[in-house]
């Protein structure tokens, strides 16, 4: 086998779980040819995935190569098309030997079919986001429990990821994230500004129902600088900078927020971090996959699926209590994060600090 395409269009943080993937067949086989197949709106992070040879980009947000142009951190896309159509030309053009859908829904499922590629692999009508996406695989990978929302599935995604490449004969018992490292004139303010050490904290999400609220983030700056000796940075993203001035205007002087931040930024601020606390997002597995020490907030998703990576690691949960798993808003009088108390978090980051950085 010599051309491999990986589809999975995004979202952020379910692109960076999938990284694994491509590092696992790199090392399986390092002369062949890996493309990924990812929405425009998520692509920024491939650009630092070494191991990827080409990324093809569905132009499906006109303005994301604006963003990212404006941050002065944009790459050009290697393949990029505005249709469908355009896309599957260019997949058509590439003779791949195996298409993996990684997204399990019908789009990727039918993008991974359209490409021409001799093998179509993705997960079983029990693991697919959308069961008839099985439809359009030559192979489907059962990993074999429950499903996978279900809560008897206690393995992490990116194991489950990694699981559907055993129909390749690929096996990895550790999964790998070679993003680069990258210069970001925020993280270096950033460390000018808190004396090199912070901790970063992230209250925005894209689902409400995962957002811990601003002014416990912001307790918890003040109790980080009293008891720690720590400055917090507060990262933000589109549409969340209220989040984190607001953040910042509760906590004293104890915090400061982030300049606007591309994803290179969010790589370098989360490397440079002490520790960084955050619900469920993307920013958070990034966090995850450069080896930065992480206390999670968890609620409507479960840790175990999608939590911290390391064992040091601590996950703050309410998922047995909560009563809208995977819903984007609660559909409660009052959502399952807010049991979670300030003095909770600090604990959880104090154990988190103390047990010193990611272990090799």
Request: proline share 5%.
């Amino acid at each position: 086998m010599e051309r491999f395409l990986i589809v999975r269009l995004g979202a952020l943080g379910d692109v960076v779980h999938a990284i694994p993937v491509a590092a696992a067949i790199r090392r399986a086989y390092p002369s062949a040819r890996i493309d990924w197949l990812v929405s425009a709106k998520h692509r920024e992070i491939l650009d630092l995935v070494s191991v990827v040879d080409r990324r093809l980009v569905i132009n499906d947000r006109p303005s994301a190569d604006a963003d990212a142009a404006a941050s002065g951190n944009a790459k050009p896309a290697d393949v990029q098309g505005t249709s469908l159509w355009q896309v599957v030309r260019a997949l058509r053009q590439n003779r791949y030997d195996v298409a993996i859908d990684l997204q399990g829904l019908l789009k990727s499922a039918v993008l991974a079919r359209a490409s021409g590629a001799r093998r179509v692999i993705g997960f079983s009508r029990r693991y697919a986001r959308e069961s008839f996406a099985s439809l359009f695989y030559s192979q489907s990978y059962d990993a074999g429990r429950g499903g996978l929302y279900d809560p008897r599935e206690t393995r992490h995604v990116v194991a489950i990821n990694l699981g559907l490449l055993t129909l390749l004969g690929i096996q990895t018992d550790r999964p790998a994230f070679p993003i680069d490292a990258v210069e970001s004139t925020a993280a270096r303010r950033a460390c000018e500004a808190t004396g090199g050490r912070y901790a970063l904290l992230n209250p925005g999400a894209a689902w409400p129902n995962k957002r811990w609220p601003p002014e416990r983030f912001a307790a918890l700056a003040a109790a980080l600088r009293d008891r720690q000796h720590l400055m917090s940075v507060v990262l933000w993203g589109p549409g969340e900078e209220s989040l984190a001035r607001e953040t910042v205007a509760a906590a004293g002087g104890a915090a400061i927020a982030t300049d606007r931040t591309a994803i290179a930024d969010v790589v370098a601020l989360a490397r440079g971090a002490a520790v960084m606390v955050s619900g469920d997002t993307g920013p958070t597995h990034i966090a995850a996959a450069v080896g930065t020490p992480l206390v999670g907030l968890y609620g409507p998703t479960r840790a175990v699926r999608n939590g911290p990576l390391l064992p040091q690691d601590v996950a703050v949960t309410r998922d047995a209590i909560c009563q809208c798993h995977h819903l984007r808003r609660c559909k409660l009088d009052r959502m399952c994060l807010l049991d979670i108390e300030v003095a909770e978090v600090l604990s959880a980051v104090e154990r988190r600090l103390a047990a010193g950085p990611a272990l090799d």
